[in-house]
C-alpha cells in the first residue's frame, strides 16, 4: 500500500467526501442486494467513530447522464441506516440529498455535525460525472475538506468522482476497504507466497487475454476453463464442435499457445517451473438447459459438431485440483462452466471445494466467480472476495488504475 489510507490523516469534525460503491441491484424499488453497501461499512464506521461529517456519493446504473427515478439511490439511503443502526449499536440518520451538487446539498453537508451521514443522490445524473468534467469536479470539491475513496469496483473509471475531485480536494486517500484490495491483489502481482496458481474461465478469451499475458511470468501454474477455452483449443487445432469460439481472436489465441510453451520449456526443470493447463475432457450437450442429455468427450478426442463444451469433464477437474492442493496463493476469476445450470456446475463446484480448502491466501474476482462461491456455499472460506469485477481484471493486467493513481502517496 503506497497510498495514504483514512487511518493515516486526523478526520474529526472534518467533512468528508468519500466515493463508495452503491451501484447495487434494485427490485420493485427496493434493494435486491446489499452487499456492496456491506462492504463499506467498515470505513463508513470508522469515519463516524472518529469524529468525521460524512458525505457518501455513489453512482448506480446508466441512466444516461440524466435524472431517472428507477436508478435514485434513496432506497440505499434506508438499508444504510439499518445497517449502520447494527455496526454501531445506537440510532443512525442517514440524510439524503435529492442532487450531489447544488444548494440542497451544500446546505446539507455545511449542517452536518461529527458522527452524521448524508447520501448524495447518483453522481450519474450528470453527464459531467463520466466526463470528468472540472467544473462538476471542483462543485464535489467544495461540500468537503478531505477526500476519501472505498470505491474499488469503480477506480478503473477516470471520472469526476474518483479522479477529478482530487484535483481540488486534499489529502486524498484510501478507506479500509480499497486499502484492503490493493494489498491483496498487490501482493498477488509482486509478492506472492508460492506456489502461486490462477484460475481463469468464464466466456470469452478476449476479456481475459491481458491478464494471462501479465500473468504468465509471475505464475506458477495458469489452470484455463470456461468458454474461453474453446478459443485457445481450437487455436491448437482442435475441433471443439458448437463451442463458443471467438473467431476474431484465433490469431493472439496461438501466440498465447506459443507463448506458453516456451514459458514452460523456459522453465522447465528449474526451481520454480511453469504449468499451462486446458481442459483435457469435457461436458458436452446440444444445448444449455436444465434437462440437457449431456455426455462427456474423454481426453485426446474431438467434440462432434453438434455438441458443444459447457463444463471441464471429471480429468481436468482432477488435473486443477492437484495444482489447487499444492498452492500458496491462489487467484480465480471466472467460472468453469454454466454454472447456473445444474448439469454443467460440478467443474466450477469442485473448484470452488478446492480452492477454499486449500488452505492457501485466496482471492476471487468477478461478479460470476463470487455467485459461484456463494452458490458451493464456501465464500466464508475465501480469504478475500473482490469487489471490482473490471477494476480487479485491469489490476492483474498490471494496468494502472486512475482512481487509485490519484490517491496521495504516503
Avoid at 55 to 74: E, M, N
Wanted: net charge negative.
Amino acid at each position: 500500500m503506497s497510498k495514504l489510507s483514512i487511518r493515516d490523516v486526523d478526520v474529526r469534525g472534518k467533512r468528508i467526501f468519500m466515493r463508495v460503491d452503491f451501484n447495487v441491484p434494485l427490485s420493485n424499488g427496493r434493494v435486491a442486494d446489499d452487499t456492496r453497501i456491506r462492504e463499506t461499512i467498515p470505513t463508513i464506521a470508522y469515519a463516524l467513530n472518529n469524529g468525521a461529517k460524512l458525505i457518501l456519493a455513489s453512482h448506480l446504473g446508466r441512466p444516461q447522464g440524466k435524472p431517472d427515478a428507477k436508478y435514485s439511490l434513496k432506497p440505499a439511503a434506508e438499508v444504510l441506516r439499518i445497517l449502520l443502526d447494527e455496526r454501531l449499536g445506537r440510532g443512525c440518520n442517514v440524510g439524503f440529498s435529492t442532487d450531489c451538487i447544488g444548494v440542497q446539498a451544500n446546505e446539507m453537508a455545511n449542517a452536518l455535525q461529527s458522527g452524521q451521514t448524508l447520501l448524495l443522490e447518483n453522481l450519474r445524473f450528470h453527464a459531467e460525472e463520466e466526463a470528468n468534467d472540472e467544473g462538476f469536479s471542483r462543485q464535489l470539491a467544495t461540500l468537503a475538506q478531505l477526500y476519501v475513496n472505498d470505491a474499488f469496483g469503480a477506480a478503473h473509471r477516470a471520472h469526476a468522482s474518483t479522479v477529478g475531485v482530487t484535483r481540488f480536494l486534499q489529502p486524498a486517500v484510501a478507506g479500509l476497504l480499497m486499502e484492503r484490495e490493493l494489498e491483496y491483489l498487490g501482493r498477488a502481482l509482486h509478492h506472492p507466497p508460492r506456489p502461486f496458481v490462477t484460475i481463469l474461465g468464464g466466456a470469452k478469451v478476449s476479456d481475459k487475454i491481458g491478464v494471462i499475458q501479465n500473468l504468465m511470468g509471475k505464475v506458477d501454474s495458469l489452470l484455463i476453463g470456461g468458454g474461453m477455452a474453446y478459443t485457445l483449443l481450437k487455436a491448437q487445432g482442435m475441433e471443439v464442435g458448437k463451442s463458443l469460439v471467438e473467431a476474431d481472436k484465433l490469431e493472439v489465441a496461438r501466440e498465447i499457445n506459443v507463448a506458453a510453451k516456451q514459458m514452460c520449456d523456459q522453465r522447465a526443470g528449474g526451481e520454480l517451473c511453469f504449468r499451462f493447463q486446458l481442459p483435457v475432457d469435457h461436458v458436452v450437450a446440444a444445448q444449455i438447459a436444465p434437462d440437457a442429455k449431456t455426455s462427456i468427450i474423454p481426453p485426446d478426442q474431438s467434440i462432434p459438431p453438434d455438441q458443444m463444451g459447457l463444463d471441464i469433464g471429471p480429468r481436468t477437474i482432477e488435473l486443477f485440483v492437484q495444482e489447487i492442493e499444492q498452492a500458496k496463493m491462489i487467484v480465480w476469476n471466472g467460472p468453469m462452466g454454466v454454472f447456473e445450470v445444474s448439469p454443467f456446475a460440478k467443474g466450477t463446484t469442485e473448484v470452488a471445494d478446492a480452492v477454499a480448502g486449500s488452505g492457501a491466501t485466496t482471492i476471487i474476482g468477478g461478479g460470476d466467480t463470487v455467485s459461484a462461491v456463494r452458490q458451493a456455499g464456501v465464500s466464508d472460506r475465501i480469504t478475500h472476495i473482490s469487489t471490482g469485477g473490471g477494476a480487479s481484471l485491469e489490476f492483474l493486467e498490471g494496468k494502472k488504475l486512475p482512481g487509485v493513481e490519484a490517491l496521495t502517496d504516503k
